[in-house]
């Protein structure tokens, strides 16, 4: 399905629609009202070769917006108005075009073009953020010549790079159909009385990316959530835990039913030797207790000792690293993934307050076979879907029957 909203670069998603058509695909077009200021109805339906409904009350014995949002393979936006992104943040179905993106359970793939203090507002900023951080693929403007005689970054990208970017988002689509995949996500906290805890800063953003993007490509997900604030992921089977302890046992308990395991949560590595019962209290000679740590299971060393020799589940860690005097935090990883001996580590550096608590991130994916891709500046859910289709291609095997 393409969407057209109203702006000047409406006329280029002419030029989208041919890249599709003339690659066999079937392109139903919907336009928004205003949409139709710029291209009018005739040139949609004779391009795509397809009836055009632009109100959710045209056509209602077909319920359209529920058939287009249900059969669409992708949903692809050309251009994408501040205004359109502003109400698909907000969920409002108040047109045919927005109420179809709301039933389509496709990925979603939006080219905003607008000028450039519309795109750098920080309600833009705001509302892109939230779509990309639900799994919307939101491509990046081009800077060069607006509207008018004005240049900035605002403008569509080229026609032919949209075709191919929907192309290869069709082509991942279904990879994961079928496929089981259990994802960790969060902080553990280990408790050292009932109202304190040793805890870290993971903020589960990382994990409900994987999970998002597994769900549009058509896996069943399972993610292991430690301690995570954010709105659970759409599609997706939560199982809460709290201490290093709950997410060794759910994760050893889930991984023989799955396909791939991705630990991307940071379980905590140690634990006080014994928690408190009552809380504990300053004593009143300034004495502080000492406080005891033990060591807590490596939980993804135990699921590579689990799988043994089989082939599945495909298991992936992450690498939080900072670098240090003996080695830089690619050294760190490579002798990570050597020690824990899973299929996939990624590296993250987490110096001067990257990775933590945002959207976007920095990283280097190591495959056991010894390549090494570096994903740079990459919004979370970009690197999830580089992230799958690494898993994807060493889930080389059809989809293993599951009792
Ligand atoms: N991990 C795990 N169990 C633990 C600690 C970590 O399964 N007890 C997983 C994380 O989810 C991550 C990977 O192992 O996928 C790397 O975690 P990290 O804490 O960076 O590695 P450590 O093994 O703790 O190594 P080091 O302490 O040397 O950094």
């Given at each position: 399905?393409?969407?057209?909203s109203?702006?000047v670069?409406?006329?280029?998603a002419c ?6 058509t003339e ?9 928004t009202?205003s ?6 109805r005739?040139?949609?339906?004779a391009?795509?070769g ?24 992708l949903?692809?936006?050309?251009p994408?108005?501040?205004d ?6 907000h969920?409002?179905a ?9 039933t ?5 793939l939006?080219a ?9 507002h920080p309600?833009?900023?705001d509302?892109?953020a939230?779509l990309?951080a639900?799994?919307t693929?939101?491509?990046e403007?081009d ?5 008018g ?7 569509l990208?080229?026609?032919?790079g949209?075709?191919q970017i ?11 159909h079928g ?12 408790p050292l009385d009932?109202?304190r805890?040793l ?5 589960g953003?990382m994990g ?7 769900v549009?490509?058509?896996?069943e997900?399972t993610v ?23 997410l060794?046992?759910a ?5 023989p ?13 140690f634990r006080?030797a014994g928690?408190a019962?009552h ?5 009143s000679d ?9 060591q807590?299971?490596d ?8 799988r043994?020799?089989?082939a599945?589940p495909?298991?992936?860690?992450f ?6 005097d ?10 990570k993934l050597?020690?824990?001996g899973c299929?996939?580590?990624?590296a ?8 933590f608590d945002?959207?976007d991130?920095?990283?280097t994916v190591?495959e056991?076979?010894?390549?090494e891709?570096?994903v ?8 999830a879907?580089f992230?799958?289709?690494?898993v994807a291609k ?7 029957q599951?009792g």
């Open positions: 399905m393409l969407g057209v109203g702006g670069a409406a006329y280029k030029e989208v629609l041919r890249g599709l690659t066999g695909h079937d392109v139903r077009v919907v336009p009202r949409a139709l200021q710029f291209v009018g005739a040139t949609w339906e391009l795509s397809q009836p055009v409904t632009v109100e959710v009350f045209d056509d209602v014995h077909e319920v359209a917006h529920v058939a287009l949002g249900r059969s669409a393979d949903v692809l936006i050309v994408a108005t501040a359109l992104l502003a109400r698909m943040a969920g409002r108040d047109d045919l075009l927005t109420a179809t993106v709301l389509a359970r496709c990925p979603v939006v905003p073009a607008m000028h450039t203090e519309m795109w750098e309600a833009t900023r509302n892109v939230v990309r639900r799994g693929v939101v491509i403007p800077t060069g010549r607006l509207t005689t004005d240049s900035g970054k605002g403008r990208p080229d026609p032919a949209i075709v929907a192309r290869a988002a069709l082509a991942a689509k279904s990879e994961l496929r089981r995949v259990l994802v960790s996500a969060g902080g553990t906290r280990e009932p109202v805890f805890g870290n800063r993971s903020s953003r409900y990316a994987l999970a998002t993007t597994a549009a490509r058509g896996a997900v292991l959530a430690a301690n995570v604030s954010l709105p659970a992921p759409a599609g997706v089977r939560v199982v809460h835990v709290e201490t290093t302890a709950d060794h046992r994760a050893l308990a889930e991984a039913g799955a396909d791939a395991v991705v630990m991307a949560a940071a379980p905590a590595d006080p928690a019962a809380k504990i209290k300053k004593s300034g004495a502080v207790a000492p406080l005891e740590l033990v807590n299971p939980i993804l060393a135990d699921l590579v000792c689990q043994g020799e089989a599945a495909v298991l992936v860690g690498a939080a690293e900072t670098g240090d003996a080695g830089d935090v690619l050294a760190h990883a490579r002798a050597a020690r824990k299929d996939l580590l990624v993250n550096d987490v110096g001067a307050g990257r990775v945002r959207d991130t920095d990283a190591l056991r076979t010894g390549a891709h570096p740079r500046a990459a919004a979370k859910t970009e690197l879907a992230l799958w289709d690494l060493h889930l080389a095997e059809p989809p293993r599951h």
